[in-house]
């Protein structure tokens, strides 16, 4: 397929590069050329974007899809009471019910994938609950997905864990099947944090991501406790941890690095692992404040994330830049800290780095990830020419999203996703809630 996009008011190339009154051409899944007055192709499907800003995709690069039917509740507890009180009954709930029903893992990941894609964002690495429903939503809705299949042996409540053997080998299954880095789908290996996994676990993980060239994702120093616990149990810091295994790489993305020092952020500088930051996610559940402008002068990549929606309630990244900006801002009380430019590279090309995909940016020969964002907003006007970006990422909203490519494909035209029934996947996404709601009451589980 050819596309044509014609005319951007403001095209927002990367970060450091705006230009105006400039079209976008796609040949297949990949940019082809940008320019004024490009030639318009036989056969090419234009798309007029007078009066818009054209963007690359955002990149949500840690969330929990199946949370989406966990918004709105449990408002006021830490993380560890949290997962006990709702993270933990919700899985118990949820694993009964797809026995029930496969189709409920398609409905979390499409309704949550609808969500992402009307607010801008092309791409997602999604951590948690494990169905090849996820995977098929995503292939018919047209959404490049990361599925981090998560990895425990150790404090989870054993009746939500699989044999280790069984786990072991269902991972490398789905690598074969789903990981698939040249089209829509990867699957990167997710130890979901030092405190739920032990050293043998950590050493297999380090050997297949290393003999597969598999990215790897893994919550890390989120809380004060988790690195107390750590220094108890070990004599080491989290980051210290993994640099025993040898996963600290340009493969690996630590989310939250919330309660690091500066031996340890250092040893990431050094070693070019990715930072995923969660601002939102962070203040709700009180964990603290990351030190991202200390990462940042030393080189880190850090990219920005929603984190799952029961810690967060929306997948909106437009909120979430600015959530990067202010908390960083307040934490340094230097209203410099950090700006919408760092914040948009946080949420495009250092987000494409942690997801390893060559995105991120508009130019030829990188992935036709691209939005188109209607200006003609009143929160937007008057839209003032000497900072676009400042305009962008201080106004711009989810529902300024008018169109959405993905992998040279016009997923969402005029704010109405074409490749799904929005309204019959809601339709089915309440109808499975009621039940979810009601049984996660029944369950009660102690650590292990």
């Known amino acids: 397929m050819t596309i044509l996009i014609r005319n951007a008011k403001y095209l927002l190339a990367n970060p450091s590069k705006v230009d105006q009154d400039m079209d976008v051409l796609i040949e297949g899944k990949r940019i082809a050329a940008i320019g004024q007055n490009l030639v318009t192709p036989d056969n090419a499907e234009v798309i007029d974007a007078a009066g818009c800003a054209v963007l690359p995709g955002l990149i949500n690069t840690h969330t929990h899809l199946y949370q989406n039917f966990l918004k709105g509740i449990s408002g006021g507890i830490p993380l560890v009471p949290w997962c006990n009180e709702v993270l933990f009954p919700t899985v118990g709930a949820v694993r009964d019910a797809v026995h029930q029903n496969r189709r409920i893992p398609y409905l979390w990941t499409a309704l949550a994938t609808i969500e992402m894609i009307k607010g801008g964002i092309t791409s997602c690495i999604d951590m948690d609950i494990t169905y090849k429903e996820t995977l098929h939503a995503w292939q018919e809705i047209g959404f490049r997905g990361i599925l981090g299949y998560t990895l425990t042996n150790r404090w989870v409540p054993a009746e939500l864990r699989a044999q280790e053997a069984e786990m072991r080998q269902s991972v490398l299954d789905f690598i074969h099947e789903f990981h698939q880095p040249n089209d829509l789908t990867q699957v990167f290996m997710a130890p979901s944090t030092l405190f739920l996994c032990d050293d043998d676990l950590m050493k297999w993980i380090k050997e297949q991501s290393d003999e597969l060239k598999l990215g790897v994702q893994i919550h890390i120093s989120e809380t004060l406790g988790e690195v107390e616990e750590s220094i108890d149990e070990v004599g080491l810091r989290p980051i210290n941890r993994l640099e025993t295994y040898g996963l600290l790489n340009d493969r690996v993305s630590a989310v939250h690095c919330v309660h690091i020092n500066r031996e340890e952020i250092d040893i990431m500088a050094h070693t070019g692992v990715n930072v995923v930051h969660c601002p939102k996610s962070n ?14 002068a030393r080189g880190v990549p850090v990219a920005v994330a929603t984190d799952g929606a029961a810690s967060n309630d929306l997948l909106d990244m437009w909120e979430e830049m600015r959530a990067a900006i202010m908390l960083a801002r307040v934490a340094k009380n230097d209203a410099s800290a950090l700006s919408p430019q760092d914040a948009l590279q946080m949420a495009t090309l250092e987000a494409a780095r942690t997801a390893c995909i060559d995105a991120g940016e508009i130019a030829p020969g990188k992935l036709a990830d691209i939005i188109i964002l209607d200006l003609q907003k009143s929160h937007l006007q008057p839209f003032h020419q000497e900072d676009p970006i400042n305009m962008i990422v201080f106004c711009a909203r989810s529902e300024d999203v008018r169109d959405t490519i993905i992998h040279g494909r016009v997923v969402m035209r005029n704010r109405h996703v074409t490749t799904i029934d ?8 309440i109808e499975a809630d009621r039940e979810l709601f009601e049984s996660r009451k029944e369950y009660q589980f102690s650590n292990q």
């Open 283 to 296: 203040m709700k559940l009180a964990d603290g404040i990351a030190p991202v402008t200390e990462l940042k």
């Open 422 to 429: 929005e309204a019959e996947i809601i339709r089915e996404s």
